[in-house]
């Protein structure tokens, strides 16, 4: 389709639901509600938060209680996330993973059934490695992908429900030109991602890791758990009851949690089996890249950390072992 | 269904084990594995992991708790009648269907024998289906030991053999010793294995608190005992309880496993070659 076209489907998107895009404040870009096209930042490189935050709410109630009657509580709505890169898609399909796993979660699975996703090329900069995670290019988790391919969107069409949104009659059929473009436009893409990190047994190279090597790695670490607020695939979650002045009803929250917060892993008693940021970041990497990968190379841990730690370096120094 | 929702169940009965340990019986049966647990929910205060110390072949299920914080405090402060929240069970739960025909070696200490009573019962109540068991108790003194009437009874039956170690000498553990020399001796729980004979074909199933773990887990291999026939239980900070929060994961590296979904029960081969368990050490 032509990119003058992209306001008619926008359009069109937001009779599905409020749309919620990516949009510049300040320095970052953040997703949220849009009501026009012109609000949306068409060109970034990524989010500050991860637009996991629709399916898994940073904060959100999930029961009402009273006394020990318990309901659910779920609001129903259907949704356009719009404008969200390929490594982020490839982040919701790692949660999907976790949380669609039996028994499943069931704010998720509802979220993720009524949240409609269209992708978009994205513009990576030098923190970006996504091509050593396997994750600069979306399969699937989306109903539609807008590739950029200069004046043009190539428009990938994944779902039945996406394909409704392409029976207007600006949509083109693609030719063996818009193939070639296409083509030309992803291996650009793909070039200009100049970071790469080798992967391949990095878990066993974690595993025998000395500690001096991690306190060096680690020396600057505030604990503060921004890498894990920012990260697209960081799942864990802390519950917590909060009662009403009647002090026998009230609410069951739940909120994202860090894993390199001091109570993650801390139990009655006082034991914590985490104690320092060296078995906290021992344990962030294992999660990430340990075993299945699940970093999909978007650099916001590197990028949003305050100490200035970098992922791709940690690791590189991990497989040198000094 | 959603699973987070917890079932409103009523205590039937509640008993004083020790001074912070009380025995609650939920009107609810959940035909749970012995060794899996469940999150009990007291509404405006939380969440907590208990296992279940009751077998399925005697009815109703049966938690023994801590006070500890927040929760385990809440729940002793009520009583029969009262209403709390259940959900589960959840975990793998002792691979009983491994042991029939074996001899099976139960290792407690603390608060772990929680999970053991609820094997135990289960193999009395099997006994057709299962070799010779052996239960090896490691407590403090006596006013700290767990379903004491059971245990004294057990000790004089032909049901099972009892092993005790105790670590502060009182009236009843004193009287004990003099009694079943060749079963009961003051000390921590691996003092046991001088008195007991392992047999390399038996199971053994070991819950207490970390330190004693490694202890024993040594103790038996210095003693020619097979870990991969060796069965322990895990704790963890638990939120979710169904592999979603990740609250609960062991392991550094390539193995790192979840407690509340995996476990909380590893064979003793599990436990090393899951690096990050070591750290408890
Ligand atoms: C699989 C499993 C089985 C258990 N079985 C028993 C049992 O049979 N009897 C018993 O008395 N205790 C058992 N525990 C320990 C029990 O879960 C904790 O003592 C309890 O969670 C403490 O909660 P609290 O709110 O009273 O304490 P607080 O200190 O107020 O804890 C706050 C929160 O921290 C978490 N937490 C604290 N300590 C632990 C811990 N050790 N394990 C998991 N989460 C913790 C809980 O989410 C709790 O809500 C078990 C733990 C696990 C993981
Ligand atoms: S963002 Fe940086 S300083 Fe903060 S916890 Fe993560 S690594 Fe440590
Ligand atoms: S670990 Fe870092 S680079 Fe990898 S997905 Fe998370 S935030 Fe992105
Ligand atoms: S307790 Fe939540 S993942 Fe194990």
């Given at each position: 389709m032509a990119k003058a076209d992209l306001p008619k489907l926008f359009r069109t998107l937001a009779k599905y639901g409020p749309v919620v895009a990516p949009v510049r404040v300040g320095e970052n870009v953040v997703f949220r509600e849009v009501t026009s096209l012109e609000e949306v930042e068409l060109e970034y490189t990524r989010s500050l938060t991860p637009p996991k935050k629709l399916f898994l709410g940073p904060q959100e109630e999930i029961l009402k209680f009273d006394g020990e009657k318990y309901e659910e509580v779920f609001e129903d709505g259907k949704a356009v996330l719009f404008g969200v890169h390929a490594c982020d898609i490839n982040g919701l399909l790692k949660l999907d993973e976790i949380y669609l796993d039996s028994p499943q979660d069931e704010y998720y699975a509802r979220r993720r059934e009524n949240v409609m996703i269209v992708g978009m090329s994205c513009v990576p900069d030098?923190?970006?490695?996504?091509t050593s995670t396997g994750s600069s290019y979306a399969y699937g988790g989306f109903d539609l992908f807008l590739h950029d391919i200069g004046r043009e969107y190539v428009v990938r069409v994944r779902t039945e429900r996406g394909y409704e949104f392409t029976k207007d009659g600006y949509f083109k059929r693609m030719e063996e030109k818009d193939f070639l473009a296409f083509k030309k436009a992803e291996e650009k893409k793909v070039r200009s991602i100049k970071r790469k990190v080798d992967l391949a047994g990095i878990g066993d190279l974690i595993d025998v890791t000395p500690k001096s090597l991690w306190e060096e790695l680690t020396a600057k670490c505030l604990a503060c758990g921004s890498c894990n607020l920012v990260c697209p695939t960081c799942q864990c979650y802390d519950v917590l009851d909060v009662l009403e002045l009647d002090i026998r009803s009230g609410s069951r929250i739940r909120r994202w949690d860090s894993c390199m917060l001091k109570r993650h892993a801390l139990v009655a008693g006082g034991g914590n089996f985490r104690p320092t940021v060296v078995e906290r970041t021992a344990n962030r990497l294992s999660c990430k890249v340990g075993g299945e990968i699940r970093c999909v190379g978007c650099g916001r841990c590197t990028v949003y950390c305050p100490a200035k730690i970098d992922l791709v370096e940690m690791l590189e120094r991990i497989r040198v072992g000094a | 269904m959603n699973e987070l929702i917890p079932k409103p169940v009523k205590i039937l009965k509640v008993k004083d084990q020790t001074p912070i340990e009380k025995l609650f019986t939920l009107g609810?049966?959940?035909?749970?594995?012995?060794?899996q647990f469940i999150e009990m929910s007291i509404a405006g205060v939380g969440e907590a992991p208990v296992s279940i110390c009751s077998s399925p072949t005697r009815g109703n299920v049966e938690v023994c708790v801590r006070r500890v914080g927040r929760v385990t405090n809440a729940l002793h402060r009520l009583g029969a009648g009262a209403r709390v929240g259940v959900r589960g069970p959840y975990g793998n739960g002792f691979p009983l269907e491994k042991m029939r025909g074996s001899e099976v070696v139960l290792v407690a200490g603390g608060i772990g024998m929680a999970p053991v009573r609820a094997v135990l019962q289960y193999l009395l109540d099997k006994k057709k289906e299962y070799g010779e068991i052996k239960l090896l108790y490691g407590i403090r003194d006596y006013s700290m030991m767990l379903f004491k009437d059971e245990i004294l009874k057990l000790m004089n039956s032909k049901a099972c053999t009892v092993y005790l170690s105790y670590e502060k000498e009182d009236e009843v553990c004193k009287r004990l010793r003099k009694e079943y020399p060749e079963r009961v001796c003051q000390g921590v729980v691996t003092k046991l294995f001088e008195m007991v004979k392992l047999n390399p074909e038996a199971h053994a199933v070991v819950c207490g608190p970390p330190v004693m773990f490694w202890f024993v887990f040594k103790e038996m291999r210095n003693r020619g005992?097979?870990?991969?026939?060796l069965y322990m239980t895990l704790e963890r900070r638990m939120k979710c309880g169904i592999g979603k929060c990740k609250h609960c994961v062991v392991g550094v590296g390539s193995m790192m496993k979840y407690v509340c979904k995996d476990g909380p029960v590893f064979s003793g081969v599990e436990a090393l070659t899951m690096r990050g368990m070591k750290y408890v050490r």
């Open positions: 030098e923190r970006c490695f996504c | 609810v049966k959940l035909g749970q594995k012995p060794g005992f097979p870990i991969e026939r």
